[in-house]
């Protein structure tokens, strides 16, 4: 019984973030629609700022009151105002593209205005890890532990209180059932919105000061691991229920610390089992949760007389213009390929070879969230699963870069197939939230086994081989090759986008009633655009990795996923230039020998001027490319017009 | 003779409300019925549980004498098409994808490999029924036209036009006069009373327009509480003081 209590009490103590970030989400999600994944950036600010303050000689209360009561506030208000208030009624799908946005935002921002120098752990706000409040058998309590626990409780009961038994949490309760009937009320519904943001900014900036002393660094990778069993207590909360998503942080913490104590020591089990457990709670609480197909749904009796508008991608009429543009992009690419060839530098080929491959995972989210109208934030794992079946069978097996690159593509594709299984029934949210949980598992768990993810040196990659000759990563000979894998998988993705498959694709994108009404099949046309896509990523990994040499668990990371997500987003998922373009400039941005000037590196400025742009996926889903592809095939027709005109009088 | 659409004793509800309960009736080839009843009375549901959108608890559904199962895209290929009271339409579409995407749909999912050998183009027999429909519904000539563009009383014939190119055996209306002027709801009641009798297609339309229930002729059955309260031509519906009670307000 004392061995259950010492894995009991130390979980329920480590649970009070989670709790409280949990809480946040469901409440930004109740009273606003929008599932906020940029809380765990909320609490990493709120954490850094903390921790920066004491660094800087500021005492405890006074950096935890600056933290969390003056600096999250006014970061909810900021979110709301600036951005969020300003996309009510976008599709869910483009409001996680913002949240995530927001999310790399607050990541990296705060590495471009102080750099990458280590943020060391602060001390709690109440008592200290070292003073044994209480023995409960033989399981000592210590006064931070002690201290986090009655803050939690403390904050959630006051939040609780607030919502039931007074005005503003009465209107805020109204304002979640329905903001169109209190509007009518005479109740401005827009105010009650912006509470509500900075009442889960404070709960999640309080959760980032309770992570922070409990770390070695303050770092972004250690925010997120809170974030994961907070999503999941909100989900087992249903996304309504700010208690249920309470109590569920707080079991799901004392789950994994007695299944973590229970698992056989240094075996498999605790080694590799213990640490996905999140994961695969998350995974099977969306899959499994009967509220979960219905997320979409909203309860509001007057929902339909504003519903998400939909947001539709109108192609410019194919005019002589339109021919005109698609020409001379076909021209200039021509061009550009043959300067490249002839002239470019070895280091600047490696780039450019490094961006086309990039552009080849790319694809997937092309299709996936370009053509299927869905958000799959797992694209870089199944890259991953390429890149490492490539390079185990080529170390084992001693398969060549083909073979392997066809195999990694196959397995890939094959756990997508898996995984659409699974997801046949969700769509929307749901769907992002398990492809969530299935980037995080491999990030966290099935990268770091060394038979998968080579441990810490890494898998060595093999390099492609033509008629007997290798071909180096900065070879032109490499370049060619990832220009014509990639110009097959182009082809690919624009017959689907314009073939059969991408019509239904399209009809269901813009109205799944609509569709199902004329017998067309979600569950299939999604299954299958996802197992391709699953396809191409793992192509597009082998090929990366290839070029990198060695491939490691870095390399495919949950956040670089999201990243590539943003950065596809911005420039455009719905055409292969729009994938090609954006692959490219992912690339520069990560070169290490990126300049750095006196405005700090380019690289990140390239990565922050992507995520902004981004923002503008509420909009113009469409992106960068087809926006200024339209802009300049009305300015000619307007020309042409123009111009008949004159000619005509 | 076995009925084209024969709904026997379906009952459905939610939370505890039932929505619709124990509601028959039979239709046969060609034959118009029209369901009238106040707002909340179940009308919708019923169609959504003929057209397989909402299960119903109790009771079946056969068309042409086969029980209807499973899901709407199930019940669209076996040859229920509908309407919407909010139209649902693809609004980036044209009109030409818009019935391609039905006509295609109606013969199941598109085979991926077909699209990876080479890009589907139009077949001629999908061009001309394309056309052919499009002439129906008065909209001859617009195929390129991307429908967002559209105002309420088109859409609600591209609504018509979806439905009709998959040549259903059953089509079912949702208030399908709704938002449009005189001229454009006789339009859209000749071109399915033409296609009615031109194709055997039965036809079941709720409506608030009594003007429009009379235009289609056929039965009327009136709902109101998820309960049938009466069935008969429109006359005797109308003379039935508990229908005039229940949906007019009149006295008894």
């Given at each position: 019984m004392s061995q259950l209590w010492s894995y009991v009490l130390p979980g329920f103590a480590g649970g009070c973030p989670q709790a409280l970030l949990a809480v946040a989400i469901v409440l930004t999600y109740t009273a606003t629609g929008v599932l906020n994944f940029a809380a765990s950036g909320q609490a990493y600010v709120a954490g850094l700022t903390y921790a920066l303050l004491i660094e800087g000689g500021h005492s405890i209360w006074f950096a935890a009151v600056i933290s969390v009561l003056v600096l999250s506030p006014l970061l909810g208000v900021v979110l709301d105002v600036a951005l969020f208030s300003r996309i009510r009624g976008a599709s869910q799908t483009a409001q996680v593209v913002v949240s995530l946005v927001v999310l790399l935002l607050l990541e990296q921002v705060p590495a471009l205005i102080r750099g990458d120098a280590p943020v060391y752990a602060p001390p709690p706000i109440v008592g200290n890890a070292s003073d044994v409040s209480f023995h409960a058998g033989s399981t000592g309590v210590s006064s931070e532990q002690l201290g986090a626990?009655?803050?939690?409780?403390?904050?959630?009961?006051?939040?609780?209180?607030?919502?039931?038994?007074?005005?503003?949490?009465?209107?805020?309760?109204?304002?979640?059932?329905?903001?169109?009937?209190?509007?009518?009320?005479?109740?401005?519904?827009?105010?009650?919105?912006?509470?509500?943001?900075?009442?889960?900014?404070?709960?999640?900036?309080?959760?980032?000061?309770?992570?922070?002393?409990?770390?070695?660094?303050?770092s972004t990778v250690s925010y997120w691991m809170v974030f994961v069993p907070a999503v999941c207590a909100a989900v087992l909360g249903g996304f309504r229920s700010l208690l249920g998503a309470c109590t569920a942080g707080f079991g799901l913490a004392v789950l994994v610390s007695i299944a973590a104590g229970y698992l056989p020591e240094s075996t498999f089990f605790q080694a590799v089992v213990g640490p996905g457990i999140p994961f695969v709670i998350l995974a099977v609480c969306v899959v499994a949760h009967p509220g979960m197909a219905n997320l979409l749904r909203s309860s509001d009796p007057l929902a339909t007389v504003d519903p998400p508008r939909i947001v539709a991608?109108?192609?410019?009429?194919r005019t002589a213009a339109s021919w005109g543009i698609s020409g001379l992009g076909l021209a200039v690419a021509v061009a550009g390929s043959l300067v490249v060839l002839l002239a470019l530098e070895p280091a600047d080929v490696y780039v450019l070879s490094t961006g086309i491959a990039l552009g080849i995972v790319f694809l997937s989210i092309t299709l996936v969230t370009g053509v299927s109208g869905q958000l799959s934030l797992a694209q870089a794992s199944f890259a991953g699963i390429g890149a490492f079946a490539c390079g185990q069978l080529s170390l084992h097996v001693g398969w060549g870069f083909f073979a392997g690159a066809l195999a990694g593509s196959f397995l890939a594709a094959l756990v997508s197939a898996a995984l659409g299984v699974l997801a046949r029934r969700l769509r929307g949210l749901a769907l992002v939230l398990l492809t969530f949980a299935f980037a995080l598992l491999c990030d966290q768990v099935i990268f770091q086994w060394s038979w998968v993810g080579g441990g810490f040196t890494g898998v060595q990659m093999p390099i492609p081989s033509v008629f007997g000759t290798s071909l180096q990563p900065s070879s032109r000979a490499f370049l060619v090759l990832t220009m014509a894998i990639f110009a097959l998988c182009g082809v690919t993705v624009y017959r689907l986008r314009v073939g059969s498959v991408g019509l239904f694709a399209a009809s269901l994108r813009e109205s799944e009633v609509g569709s199902r009404s004329i017998g067309v099949s979600p569950t299939r046309v999604r299954f299958e655009l996802f197992v391709v896509a699953g396809a191409i990523a793992g192509l597009g990994g082998s090929l990366l990795g290839s070029l990198q040499g060695v491939v490691s668990p870095a390399s495919f990371t949950i956040e670089t996923g999201l990243f590539w997500v943003?950065?596809?987003?911005?420039?455009?998922?719905?055409?292969?230039?729009?994938?090609?373009?954006?692959?490219?400039?992912?690339?520069?941005?990560?070169?290490?020998?990126?300049?750095?000037?006196?405005?700090?590196?380019?690289?990140?400025?390239?990565?922050?001027?992507?995520?902004?742009?981004?923002?503008?996926?509420?909009?113009?889903?469409?992106?960068?490319?087809?926006?200024?592809?339209?802009?300049?095939?009305?300015?000619?027709?307007?020309?042409?017009?123009?111009?008949?005109?004159?000619?005509?009088? | 003779m076995t009925s084209r659409l024969d709904v026997r004793g379906v009952t459905t509800s939610f939370g505890g409300v039932?929505?619709?309960?124990?509601?028959?009736?039979?239709?046969?080839?060609?034959?118009?019925?029209?369901?009238?009843?106040?707002?909340?009375?179940?009308?919708?549901?019923?169609l959504d549980g003929i057209a397989g959108r909402v299960p119903f608890d109790d009771g079946m559904v056969l068309l042409d004498g086969v029980q209807l199962s499973g899901t709407p895209e199930h019940h669209a290929r076996r040859g229920i098409a509908r309407t919407f009271q909010r139209t649902q339409i693809f609004p980036s579409l044209t009109l030409a994808d818009h019935l391609l995407v039905a006509l295609r749909a109606r013969h199941g999912s598109p085979r991926l490999w077909r699209d990876l050998l080479r890009v589907t183009t139009r077949t001629s027999g999908e061009r001309e029924a394309i056309a052919t429909c499009l002439g129906h519904v008065g909209l001859a000539g617009k195929e390129d036209v991307i429908v967002g563009t559209l105002g309420l009383g088109t859409c609600r014939m591209v609504e018509l036009a979806r439905a009709l190119v998959t040549a259903p055996s059953v089509l079912l209306l949702d208030e399908c006069s709704s938002g449009l002027d005189g001229d454009e709801a006789s339009l859209l009641v000749d071109v399915v009373l033409e296609t009615s009798a031109r194709t055997g297609m039965s036809v079941v339309a709720i409506e608030h327009d009594l003007s429009v229930v009379a235009a289609f002729g056929g039965e009327v059955l009136v709902l109101v509480n998820g309960v049938l309260l009466g069935q008969g031509h429109l006359d005797e519906v109308l003379a039935n003081p508990e229908v005039a009670s229940a949906y007019l307000g009149a006295r008894p």
């Open positions: 626990v009655v803050i939690t409780v403390g904050v959630v009961a006051l939040v609780a209180f607030v919502l039931k038994s007074t005005r503003l949490g009465l209107t805020m309760r109204a304002a979640v059932e329905s903001p169109r009937l209190l509007e009518l009320s005479g109740v401005k519904a827009f105010p009650i919105r912006t509470a509500s943001w900075m009442l889960s900014s404070v709960l999640s900036g309080l959760a980032g000061v309770l992570i922070a002393p409990t770390l070695v660094q303050v991608v109108v192609p410019p009429p943003v950065a596809v987003c911005a420039i455009g998922s719905v055409s292969t230039t729009g994938a090609l373009l954006a692959g490219v400039a992912v690339a520069i941005s990560q070169q290490p020998n990126t300049a750095t000037t006196a405005l700090g590196n380019v690289g990140l400025w390239i990565e922050v001027a992507l995520a902004f742009s981004a923002l503008s996926y509420a909009w113009r889903p469409e992106g960068m490319v087809e926006v200024l592809r339209h802009g300049a095939i009305k300015q000619i027709d307007a020309l042409h017009l123009l111009t008949s005109g004159r000619s005509r009088s | 039932h929505a619709v309960s124990n509601v028959s009736f039979t239709l046969g080839a060609g034959e118009q019925l029209s369901i009238i009843g106040p707002n909340g009375s179940g009308k919708t549901t019923l």
